[in-house]
């Protein structure tokens, strides 16, 4: 069973940064896409971004230009890092990923991303 670990979350004042990481305990290879997603209080869960295995990126266009997904084979880590970050950021983010073929979807446990003054 894949687990994805999450971490990097926390609290950061309004135009601040922050990365979150995301280890999945198979290799990134193994998955065709991965990324985060984002569910606020009362609200569905939304993409933030995404990357596949050709470095095909997508972003929603609330985050374009101040958030950044990458993946890093050598550490078999997912990135997102999280700049000029708004109140309206503030949520629980997920790391997800998508494997290979099957396409089976995993979930990280969430983390809590606080922007506030």
């Known amino acids: 069973q894949v687990q994805l670990m999450e971490s990097g979350g926390g609290l950061v004042q309004p135009g601040g940064s922050l990365r979150l990481s995301c280890v999945p305990s198979a290799g990134i290879f193994t998955f065709k896409s991965t990324g985060w997603y984002r569910q606020a209080p009362g609200k569905e869960r939304e993409l933030v971004a995404t990357i596949t295995t050709d470095r095909n990126t997508n972003y929603a266009d609330s985050v374009k230009g101040r958030f950044t997904v990458s993946r890093d084979t050598a550490r078999n880590t997912v990135y997102l890092q999280m700049n000029s970050l708004k109140p309206e950021d503030t949520a629980v983010y997920y790391c997800?990923?998508?494997?290979?073929?099957?396409?089976?979807?995993?979930w990280g446990q969430g983390t809590q991303v606080t922007v506030s003054s």
């Open positions: 997800n990923a998508v494997e290979n073929i099957w396409l089976t979807q995993y």
